[in-house]
Every structure is written in structure tokens, then in C-alpha cells.
């Protein structure tokens, strides 16, 4: 099966990156709209549409996801279009029905990214209850089974302990069921993800510890008699050389937000660290690693097209399925990496096929 491509929307200001070094990529609806447009004529199938209520780590105006999604599905024909949602924020009685309205609008390309939350800020302040760290998987396992009931059955009616549902209908459902991804790297997501996920998306790491959280993802799925695909997180500079490349990097880093990046790291630390095994997505994350705020950097698609196709290729070898790619000028780096990475990775696959074939 061919890789898939995905790429955030920066539907947040502030770009991909914690740092002031400037970057030609805009938060606003029109750009919105290009990118995407780009994108599916370029060779992605995904955008991820963020969801972010409140400023955090520079981002100072957010436009809303799902509304944002609505609006993408009129304007664009083939990219399918992910809605992070975070549940306590919403019903997922109400989100199921958004969600399939949108996937109406796109005929058929509406998926969901179910956050389970890191933001303590935007719950406290929306005077919404902030819940342990494995409690918040428990309501997010609870308002996937919801999302499903309602696009597959004709009524719902649903006792958990934190959505009831009484006979709740849902019309018209959805053209094709919506994809849920999620992400989290702590006990309490793995085995969510094992149980009701069809994504499991995982921050930038080594091609070794990548490997580690597939196999174990994958034994939890089996365990419950399911599949499961693996999406994974990385930041994408490639230029002319190597040295370009790297040198995009270090003046990323070199001109961090580092209050930003410090009130980020804290917010993390301590979402994670709540959870039982004291573990969260970014436990071994170091400043570095956070001015790109999912371990972006990690995952190494720093350098020529040749070599970050070969990167991406490595990824393949070891089970991912989904490469969730971020960029620091959407407005040209978008369009190059699918003019001259994605076309590499494809011969590359097909390398890969005619030498299996050959065994």
C-alpha cells in the first residue's frame, strides 16, 4: 500500500514553529484555502485542521476547526479534511452530526482527530472541568463509541459515565463512515488506540522508537481483533543542500520564542506527568525538540529532496502509514515538497516493490 501524505493546516497564527524568525505562512481563511488547494493538486490526501480555542504558545488568533473544515470541503474536490475535536469541549452527539454534515459538503472526505487535551487553560476558562490524565482518555474512548453509534445505527442511546444518550437519531449519516485518528503516547492512549481508533498518529522520534510504539499499537489492536494505520509527525525543510537545510534549522532554533517555548514545555510536562506512569507525549522532548510543538524535528525530513525522500522511505519500512508533514513557508514549501519529495518517495516505492517481487 502507498504512503500517505498529510499536512497541518496553519489555521493558528504563529506558522509551525515556536519562533520569531520570520515565515511566509498565514492563519487567515484565503490562505487556508490556497494551501489546500495546493496541496490535493500536489499529491496529499489529508489536512489536519488544528484545534485551539485560547493563545498558547504564541498563537494569538485561532480559527475555529470544524468551521474551518465546512468551509475547506466547499472549496477543494480530493483532499480529505481531518477535524480535531477536543472532547469536554464539545457533545460528540452534536460533533457526530457536524462531522457529517461536512463530509455532505465534501461528498464524502470528512474525517476526525480526537484530542484528548493538554491545554488545562481553555477547560479552566471555559469553566469546564480539567480531568485527570487518564480520566480525559476515558471521555475520549467514550466519545468515539458515541461518533460510531450515531453515523451506524439508526438511534443511539448511549450510558457512559460522561455522555448519555436517550434514542438520539442522526440524518442523514455520513456518505463514507469518517476516519478517527488520535494521538498520545502514555499507557492510557496506546490502549485506547488499541480498543477504537483507526489512526494513531505519534510525534516526531527516532526511526527505533517509532518502531517500538507501532509494535506495541499493533499488539493492542490484534488483542482486541482490529487494524489499526500509524501516522507520524515531522517538519519538512528541504533545500539545494544539506547545509541549507540544516542551517534553515539552526536559525529556526536560534530565533525561538523561548517564553513561549518554556510556557509550552510546562504545560506539557504537567499533562503528561499526571497520567499513572508519569508519561506523556512529550516526556522526552528537549527545548529543541519543542520550538517545533509535536517533535517535528525528531523525525529527520531535514535535508535534500533525495534525502528526505529516502528518510521518508525508512519511515515506510518500519510500518508507518502516514506521514503528517509541517512546514515553515506554506507558501512555497508546500507546493516544492509535492513537486519533488513526493514523486521520489513514489519511485522509491516502486523500487521497493519490484525488489520484493525479485525474492
Known amino acids: 500500500m502507498s504512503l500517505q501524505f498529510a499536512y497541518w493546516a496553519p489555521n ?8 520569531n524568525l520570520p515565515q511566509k505562512t ?15 493538486r500536489s499529491g496529499f490526501d489529508y489536512v489536519l485542521l488544528q484545534t485551539r480555542f485560547f493563545a498558547s504558545y504564541g498563537a494569538e488568533k485561532q480559527l ?9 470541503a466547499a472549496v477543494t474536490e480530493k ?15 452534536v460533533m ?7 463530509d455532505h459538503i465534501s461528498n464524502g472526505r ?7 487535551g493538554w491545554f488545562k487553560g481553555e477547560f479552566i476558562g471555559y469553566g469546564e472541568p480539567w480531568l485527570d490524565h487518564d480520566e480525559r482518555y476515558r471521555r475520549s474512548e467514550e466519545f468515539i ?10 438511534t443511539t442511546t448511549f450510558k457512559g459515565d460522561f455522555y448519555r444518550l436517550n434514542e438520539a437519531p442522526l440524518k442523514p449519516k455520513p456518505i463514507n463512515i469518517p476516519k478517527i485518528f488520535q494521538g498520545g503516547n502514555s499507557k492510557a492512549a496506546r490502549e485506547m488506540a488499541g480498543r477504537v481508533s483507526d489512526v494513531y498518529f505519534m510525534n516526531g522520534n527516532s526511526l527505533e522508537k517509532l518502531k517500538q510504539q507501532i509494535d506495541h499499537v499493533k499488539s493492542l489492536a490484534k488483542s482486541n481483533g482490529r487494524d489499526i494505520q500509524f501516522g507520524v509527525n515531522g517538519f519538512v525543510i528541504v533545500r539545494d543542500t544539506e547545509e541549507e537545510a540544516k542551517q534553515v534549522l539552526k536559525d529556526i532554533i536560534l530565533h525561538a520564542d523561548k517564553e513561549a517555548v518554556e510556557g509550552f514545555k510546562s504545560q506539557v510536562k504537567f499533562a503528561g506527568q ?3 506512569e508519569g508519561e506523556g507525549m512529550w516526556e522526552n522532548s528537549s527545548f529543541e525538540d519543542l520550538v517545533q510543538y509535536n517533535d517535528g524535528f525528531r523525525t529527520g525530513l531535514i535535508g535534500t529532496a533525495e534525502q528526505v525522500a529516502d528518510r521518508i522511505i525508512e519511515l515506510k519500512k518500519i510500518g508507518v502509514d502516514i506521514v503528517l508533514t509541517g512546514f515553515l513557508h506554506y507558501e512555497e514549501d508546500l507546493q516544492q515538497f509535492g513537486e519533488k519529495v513526493i514523486p521520489l518517495v513514489r519511485e522509491k516505492e516502486e523500487q521497493l516493490k519490484e525488489k520484493a517481487g525479485a525474492v
Open 12 to 19: 493558528v497564527s504563529g506558522g509551525l514553529v515556536i519562533s
Open 26 to 40: 498565514d492563519w487567515s481563511f484565503e490562505a487556508n484555502k490556497r494551501y489546500a488547494q495546493i496541496a490535493e
Open 64 to 72: 475555529e476547526a470544524a468551521t474551518l473544515a465546512s468551509a475547506l
Open 79 to 93: 483532499i480529505n479534511i481531518i477535524t480535531a475535536v477536543l472532547p469536554g469541549l464539545w457533545h460528540p452527539g
Open 96 to 102: 457526530a452530526k457536524i462531522i457529517s454534515t461536512i
Open 110 to 116: 470528512a474525517s476526525v482527530n480526537i484530542v484528548s
Open 145 to 154: 463509541q458515541v461518533l460510531r453509534e450515531m453515523w451506524t445505527k439508526e
Open 274 to 276: 499526571s497520567s499513572p
